[in-house]
């Protein structure tokens, strides 16, 4: 076998460089990008707020002393459930003057009632006039009234007592239960707080934005961890009033969670179509924290121009798409590296 020759070598080596430098030099021509301005998407991207449709309060209807609240917050209710018992002791003592009550006028219908009857029999054989009878007859009745009156007095106070029951007015999650066991409450305090199994999304926008808010308008969502796998929901509500030059709209998402009331959820709200600069993402390229796109000048030389990259999204004719925001303009040659 023989040996090859050092000449041999070299010229295998300067033709390998050469065709290396064909192979350069016709790259860039191949991957060259013209760049212009496209029309995307509007988006704003803005923090919505889990809400619910409905806030039900279970209020005391009477003031007093909270002895039991069988309910705190994150428990689910039924509708109807009771929830905590309020006590006024004015109510017991009043209850047991009643009962007081409605007992003497027992007694006196008893003895109303017996001096009719004795009455009676003796004015039907003539001895008694018929004013007697009337007089027992008026006594009697009298007597009858006061005890039904008694008796409403009496039912009247057992019921106002019953009142200080708190039954939950809709089925759903307790979120605030604020009254501590032992407490004096006044009529009309909330005892707790209920969120009607009915949740949205609650966004407000500036003023001059709103007008983009239409009922049925999909809206992404952008961080899902409270609705699960799902990443749109619809508009479903705008709301007409204006506070703080800002309006504001609910957004139905299904499968939303209702544990976290109030918890912020990003989503991004479409306002209609802009002009942006969208290359591929192949031709931007980042070092040392600093993002740039190679740029190709009149004299055929390739620059690293340092760009400013803004969100992923798709154009006209691009599928893996980036958002120039400032480093290069429309017109512009772009190579990719």
């Known amino acids: 076998m023989s040996m090859t020759t050092p000449a041999r070598l070299l010229s295998r080596h300067l033709a390998a460089i050469g065709l290396g430098l064909v192979l350069v030099a016709a790259a860039p021509a191949a991957s060259r990008l013209t760049v212009r301005e496209r029309l995307v998407p509007d988006t704003k991207v803005v923090a919505a707020t889990i809400a619910t449709k409905d806030m039900a309060e279970a209020r ?126 006044t009529a009309g305090q909330s005892i707790a707080a209920i969120a009607v199994d009915r949740t949205v999304l609650r966004i407000d926008m500036p003023e001059r934005q709103a007008g983009a808010l239409k009922v049925g308008l999909e809206v992404g969502i952008l961080n899902g961890a409270a609705a699960g796998a799902v990443r749109t929901g619809t508009i479903e509500q705008v709301y007409p009033s204006v506070a703080s030059g800002r309006v504001m709209a609910d957004v139905a998402v299904p499968g939303l969670r209702n544990d976290r009331m109030g918890a912020r959820v990003r989503v991004a709200v479409p306002l209609g179509q802009r002009k942006a600069i969208v290359v591929p993402r192949g031709y931007v390229v980042t070092r040392f924290g600093v993002d740039y796109v190679k740029l190709l000048v009149k004299s055929g030389k390739t620059l690293d121009v340092p760009v400013q990259r803004g969100a992923a999204m798709t154009a006209p004719g691009i599928t893996d798409g980036i958002e120039l925001l400032s480093g290069v303009r429309a017109g512009d040659v772009l190579v990719r590296p």
């Open 60 to 185: 005391a209807r009477i003031g007093g002393t909270l002895v039991r609240r069988l309910v705190d917050e994150g428990q689910r209710v039924r509708r109807g459930q009771l929830l905590a018992v309020v006590v006024d002791d004015r109510l017991t003592f009043e209850t047991r003057a009643y009962d007081a009550q409605v007992a003497a006028a027992e007694a006196q219908y008893a003895n109303a009632r017996a001096e009719y009857d004795r009455v009676k029999p003796l004015y039907e054989k003539g001895w008694y006039a018929k004013a007697r009878l009337d007089q027992a007859e008026a006594a009697a009745k009298a007597a009858a009234g006061a005890l039904e009156a008694a008796r409403a007095q009496k039912a009247a106070a057992a019921e106002l007592g019953d009142q200080g029951k708190v039954f939950a007015p809709e089925a759903g999650l307790v979120t605030a239960a604020p009254v501590p066991l032992g407490s004096v409450v």
